[in-house]
Structures are given as structure tokens and as C-alpha cells.
């Protein structure tokens, strides 16, 4: 699968933030949203103002990676992003904002501030998987950005450390339908079949990489139920995954299922054929998504219609939200 330079640097995170508590089990509604990090008055304005502007009110470097690459359209977008200092440690609990603008840094939009998202998950949720590896991902910043043209541009993140306001390195975004990228909201889900225990004698090890095998999510075929029923379905290698949130993401799904109403099912496929990153061969279901990258992982309404979803890392609130659109 191609790797984006989203899925490099976001191996480091290791936020140290407390895991959201995510929706009661007695069916109330689910989690707010976090507040932002901090206020639209704490950065730069941007009109009449160029990237380079911006950047002479920085002062130490900071590395700037999105975990959303792909599921980028003019108008409102959910853009994930990690920051690291320059020694590859990620900045965390700091006041970040994201300006946009064009390639050649002119038509400077801007702040939109970032939120912190948890991806920690209970205890009885936590795979070993997860545990094992302490690079794993606990949290990513979320920011509501707007993009005003389709095309090329330039997203940049600046953060307020130590009273001082810090410029990140700039990240060109290519904004617009994508005809051969993933199904975005409100299209169709495609139909597919996904592979089940009953496809493989019951022997979870065969279609799922976590340890141990989440095997409520392994019951359902994605053809049975789309168009029939709300379905979450999710495509990440916990094992295998080089962004290292494969396993986190499958994690929450898990315990979002734990407390979703009745009635949605709930799917994970694994990326690759017998679970051989080296062969390089993607899962039928995978390729038929167009997926270029990983996780991945979609929320349907009854309808058979798309209804969020999400590239990279998510927090258990995020999608409990999503869910409870379509429940």
C-alpha cells in the first residue's frame, strides 16, 4: 500500500493525556465534543497576511504531521494533525491553531484552533496489542478547517509554547473530489463481502491481527447488512499497521460497540491477504474501498449512505457521535 507522510512521524505519538470517558453504558448520549486548546484571539489574524508573515512571529521549530491526507474537500473538513519538537518527542497540552492558504503562502485563512482528542479506551478494552507497543498512539489534535478553493494548498500549524507563538513546517494538502480515493459522506457504502469466523472455520487468527482477536467484530458480512441496518465498519491492521494506531482505532471500536444501541453492526477487516504486510497484496474488500492508506473506518446509516468517516486515529467520543446520527 502507498504510505503517505502522514503515517511516518505519527509512530511517535505518545500523548500523555487521560483517556476520555466516553458514553455511559446505560444508553445516555454520548460524550461532548472537547473544548479547543485555546481562543481564536491567543493567534495571529490572517487577512492581509502571507505564510511568511505568520512565520516571523515563530520561534522554536516544530514538526507538523497530519493524519488526514486523503478526505480533504472545499468546505468544512476534520483534520487530524501530531506535532513533534525537533528531537521527534511530541508536543503535547499546548494551544495549537492551523492556517490554510495558497501554494505560494499568499491568502492566509486562519486561526482555526485545535482540540485534543483521546485515544485511550478502558482497561477491558485495551488489547494486548496496544499494550505492548509503547509507541502506540493516545491522542491526536483535531481541528475544524475550511477549505475555500479546491486544488493544491498549504495547511501550517503554529502553537503557543511558553508564551511564545511557534510556526511549524507547512504541509500542501491537495483539496477536492477524488474520483479514484475512498467513498466520502453521503455517497453509497459498497456492498462487499468481508470476510467472517464462518469463512475461516472460526479461527480468528486467520482474519485478524490484534491480540486477543476482536471477535464480535468478525460475525457480521458487510454484504448482509449495508442498507439494512447502521454499520461501523473499520479497515486497520492492528499488527502490521506502520502509523502504530491501527491498534488503538480497533480498540475503540471495540468499546464503542460495547455501548451502542441495538441493532448496528459492527465490522473490522484487516488490510492485507493472510496477514502478510510483505506481499504487498490488499484484502478484496480494501481495494474494492479504494483505500491507499490505514485505518480507515466508516459510519452507515440504514439507508446504505455514509454518514462520517474517519481517516487515521479517532477518539472513542468522535465516534460515539457519529454513531448516534444514525441511531
Not at 487521560?18 to 487577512?47: I, K, L, N, W
Not at 478494552?125 to 486544488?151: C, I, L, M, Q
Not at 491481527?209 to 449495508?226: G, N, Q
Not at 490488499?282 to 479504494?290: E, L, M
Request: with cysteine.
Amino acid at each position: 500500500m502507498r504510505r503517505p507522510l502522514s503515517t511516518g512521524l505519527v509512530a511517535l505519538l505518545v500523548a500523555a493525556f487521560a483517556a476520555a470517558c466516553g458514553g455511559a453504558d446505560d444508553g445516555s448520549a454520548p460524550p461532548p465534543q472537547p473544548e479547543p486548546t485555546a481562543r481564536p484571539a491567543d493567534f495571529p489574524r490572517a487577512p492581509g497576511k502571507t505564510l511568511d508573515d505568520l512565520k516571523a512571529e515563530s520561534g522554536r521549530s516544530l514538526v507538523f504531521t497530519p493524519t488526514t491526507v486523503v478526505a480533504l474537500r472545499k468546505g468544512m473538513n476534520r483534520y487530524g494533525f501530531a506535532l513533534y519538537d525537533v528531537a521527534g518527542k511530541q508536543v503535547t497540552g499546548a494551544q495549537v491553531a492551523l492556517y490554510t492558504a495558497r501554494e505560494d503562502g499568499t491568502g492566509v485563512h486562519g486561526p482555526y484552533i485545535a482540540r485534543s482528542e483521546s485515544l485511550t479506551v478502558s482497561g477491558p478494552f485495551r488489547s494486548r496489542t496496544t499494550a505492548a507497543d509503547v509507541n502506540a498512539a493516545k491522542a491526536v489534535y483535531v481541528a475544524e478547517v475550511p477549505f475555500h478553493r479546491s486544488g493544491r494548498q498549504i495547511v501550517a500549524a503554529m502553537a503557543k509554547l511558553d508564551g511564545r507563538l511557534t510556526m511549524a513546517n507547512a504541509f500542501t494538502a491537495d483539496v477536492g473530489r477524488h474520483p479514484n480515493g475512498p467513498p466520502d459522506v453521503g455517497d453509497r457504502a459498497i456492498a462487499v463481502h468481508t470476510r467472517t469466523l464462518a469463512d475461516v472455520g472460526d479461527d480468528a487468527s486467520e482474519i485478524d491481527t490484534r491480540v486477543p482477536p476482536a471477535t464480535d467484530l468478525l460475525k457480521t458480512d458487510l454484504a448482509d447488512v449495508v442498507g439494512k441496518k447502521p454499520v461501523v465498519i473499520t479497515f486497520a491492521t492492528p499488527a502490521l499497521c506502520q502509523s502504530r494506531v491501527c491498534g488503538p482505532v480497533v480498540d475503540i471500536v471495540e468499546q464503542a460497540k460495547a455501548k451502542a444501541p441495538d441493532g448496528v453492526a459492527f465490522i473490522h477487516q484487516e488490510i492485507y491477504k493472510d496477514n502478510h504486510a510483505a506481499k504487498g497484496n490488499i484484502q478484496g474488500p480494501v481495494a474494492a474501498w479504494r483505500l491507499q492508506t490505514e485505518p480507515w473506518t466508516f459510519v452507515i446509516a440504514k439507508s446504505g449512505r455514509i454518514a462520517a468517516r474517519f481517516e487515521g486515529p479517532f477518539s472513542l467520543g468522535e465516534l460515539e457521535r457519529a454513531i448516534a446520527k444514525v441511531t
